[in-house]
């Protein structure tokens, strides 16, 4: 997406040493902003969905049909599909399984994701199975449909044959994800986890997993919700993370409180962790809904929100070392504003900042902590301060003074683009120069923010 940048810093700003790593350019991210019980939700992700897995009710819906590559995702249709073999009898979980030459070559490429598999070694396939869920091996996934259908080709088809019985609009060409010719939408990938998981309960014995030895070598699984995780959620047993260029960062979740279970899809987040960060927003949004709704209530948390204040951008915003989400504020004759690269008040937090609010002057501080610790991303043991937090996260929030200080003894500056996105506060990146050096670079739609040196 191309856009005008609102203020764009003087080249004396420009330093040497701004980027520590080389950042290709990423898919697009679409977010979505509305309010939910004081505070907004948003989140990155190009497309996403929630569902009731016991009603199948639809409880959070943004851009959920438009049809995606989903990555390793696709191994959870392909689960499905061995176990139904496994319930007609044809294997059992001690059914050894071959490997041939081929597939153990492939295992050992490091461009996948595997664990090592011998040639002329069998493998039970319970051994295969916690290798698909936790590593998300494709030699393992390409080993078991090679022995129940006869090719990838022949377990392929039975795939895209359960996805014409379903409904869902989605289509497949290999069993492991690799490809970026697999398409099928979010709302399409939790009906997948959905019949899987409610028709095959014991796969959740393998999504579940927080450790994996497999032949002498450590295994842990990507998805970060799970206990012990860096996300770890109360409730979460699975399910499965995706991860190609084309695809960008997926996760379909599940997690159960109460007797409840929902069923999340995350796909094209342009970073690893957000898909988990995101996911957990969705999910709290959802377990709020349906624990305060009554019966009559049944309306879910669908992105119609006016268009003066959806945001979307390919950009991506790193602000010392770490992603930030970055949005964009669509200008239009009424609010007198071009395009705008944003971030969240309260998202500056995580980022080095300190961020509070006086009411008795109307006015935000924002001030460059470079003693804070960086915790990259949303800090959830915090949230109950944001949304207690005046003018910060209330719905009744609208653009007060916002006063930018590099350092406690700094008078500061005040920023000049300012925004009530739903009620959240929101600020131009490029407001952000008064705390160091802010780069565009425009080849890779990236903008690099630097306040500690």
């Not at 492991?176 to 398409?183: E, I, P």
């Not at 095959?200 to 393998?206: A, C, F, I, K």
């Not at 951008?313 to 992603?323: A, G, L, P, S, V």
């Amino acid at each position: 997406m191309n856009f005008n940048i609102c203020h764009k810093p003087s080249s004396k700003l420009k330093r040497k040493n701004i980027f520590k790593a080389v950042i290709s350019l990423m898919i697009a991210a679409s977010i979505i902003l509305s309010s939910l019980s004081g505070f907004a939700v948003s989140i990155s992700a190009r497309g996403a969905f929630v569902m009731d897995s016991d009603t199948g009710e639809a409880l959070f819906v943004h851009n959920a049909d438009t049809p995606v590559p989903p990555a390793s995702m696709t191994k959870l249709l392909a689960l499905y599909v061995i176990y139904s073999h496994m319930s007609n009898g044809e294997l059992d979980k001690d059914t050894q399984i071959p490997i041939g030459s081929a597939l153990a070559a492939y295992s050992r490429n490091p461009g996948y994701s595997n664990v090592y598999l011998n040639s002329g070694a069998s493998y039970s396939l319970d051994e295969l199975l916690q290798a698909i869920c936790v590593v998300s091996a494709n030699a393992a996934v390409m080993a078991v449909g090679d022995y129940i259908c006869g090719s990838e080709e022949n377990f392929v088809a039975e795939m895209n044959y359960w996805l014409g019985v379903w409904g869902v609009d989605g289509y497949f060409v290999d069993c492991t994800g690799v490809s970026s010719q697999n398409r099928i939408s979010p709302r399409g990938m939790a009906v997948v986890a959905n019949k899987l998981l409610s028709e095959y309960p014991d796969v959740l014995n393998y999504t579940s997993l927080t450790y994996l030895n497999f032949h002498g070598a450590s295994y842990y699984p990507t998805n970060k919700m799970l206990p012990g995780g860096a996300y770890e959620y109360s409730g979460a047993d699975g399910f499965k993370t995706g991860t190609t260029s084309a695809a960008g960062c997926c996760f379909t979740g599940t997690a159960t409180r109460n007797g409840k279970r929902l069923i999340s899809v995350v796909m094209g987040e342009n970073s690893s962790n957000m898909r988990f960060v995101d996911t957990i927003k969705m999910m709290d949004y959802c377990w709020e809904l349906l624990a305060s709704r009554g019966d009559t209530y049944n309306d879910a948390y669908i992105d119609n929100t006016p268009k003066d204040f959806i945001v979307a951008t390919d950009m991506r915003c790193y602000i010392n070392d770490w992603e930030i989400p970055t949005f964009i504020h669509y200008g239009n004759a009424e609010n007198g504003y071009q395009d705008c690269a944003v971030v969240m008040l309260d998202d500056l937090r995580d980022y080095g900042f300190d961020v509070s609010y006086d009411l008795a002057s109307d006015t935000v501080t924002i001030i460059n902590n470079v003693d804070k610790d960086l915790t990259a991303g949303p800090n959830y043991g915090e949230q109950e301060t944001y949304v207690t937090d005046e003018k910060l996260m209330l719905s009744e929030w609208e653009p007060a003074k916002i006063l930018l200080k590099n350092g406690y003894d700094d008078p500061g500056v005040y920023a000049e683009r300012t925004f009530d996105i739903n009620g959240r506060g929101a600020i131009s990146i490029d407001e952000l120069w008064h705390m160091g050096t802010v780069v565009w670079n425009q080849k890779y739609n990236l903008t690099v923010v630097v306040t500690r040196y």
